[in-house]
């Protein structure tokens, strides 16, 4: 993964959404001045993916409040991120607001440094990025442990803060006071 406090890759992507049915294309410069969270997944159609993606789009008007775009990333193309909004399939994602890139090339995943080597496919990683570009949190997991959308939220405002945030820190409460 990359390091924190690195200025992240650029990247240019073709997305689609419930609500696009032509692939629109989208680099890191259409995030400047908000906070953006890459989030890498393998596959779609799998078994975990799915819950992720569901619980991630569920928290999108959290994110919004914080001033932050969400990015689903796998290396899944275009076509097959279609098939997986508009299927009749358990696994299926369904109509969501949550925006899907094609990584196809696999340009993006092999930048940030989440290309699982063996299987083609990203690692199920998660990038926080500020509104200039840097590189603010980073977390891979294994591909069987879906992530925690609450932790995320309670990261990107623990990051928002500017303060010196404990272990388990939530909004609201007091930061720690640096002292020398």
């Not at 500020?130 to 609450?150: E, F, K, L």
């Amino acid at each position: 993964m990359l390091n924190i406090g690195t200025i992240a890759p650029d990247f240019k992507v073709d997305t689609v959404s419930s609500y696009s049915s032509l692939p629109i294309p989208s680099t890191l410069d259409n995030y400047k001045g908000k906070w953006l969270i890459l989030f890498f997944y393998p596959y779609d159609f799998s078994i975990v993916c799915p819950t992720e993606i569901r619980v991630m789009n569920s928290y999108l008007p959290e994110f919004e409040n914080l001033n932050t775009d969400v990015l689903a990333i796998s290396t899944d193309s275009i076509f097959t991120h279609r098939a997986w909004l508009k299927a009749d399939h358990p696994n299926a994602i369904g109509a969501i607001d949550l925006t899907l890139a094609s990584d196809y090339k696999k340009e993006v995943t092999q930048a940030y440094d989440v290309l699982d080597q063996n299987t083609g496919a990203a690692h199920r990683a998660l990038y926080i990025i500020n509104p200039d570009g840097v590189i603010q949190y980073a977390a891979m997991t294994n591909g069987n442990v879906g992530r925690s959308a609450a932790e995320t939220v309670r990261v990107l405002q623990a990051l928002q803060s500017g303060g010196m945030c404990p272990m388990d820190w939530t909004l609201g409460e007091k930061t720690i006071e640096q002292e020398f």
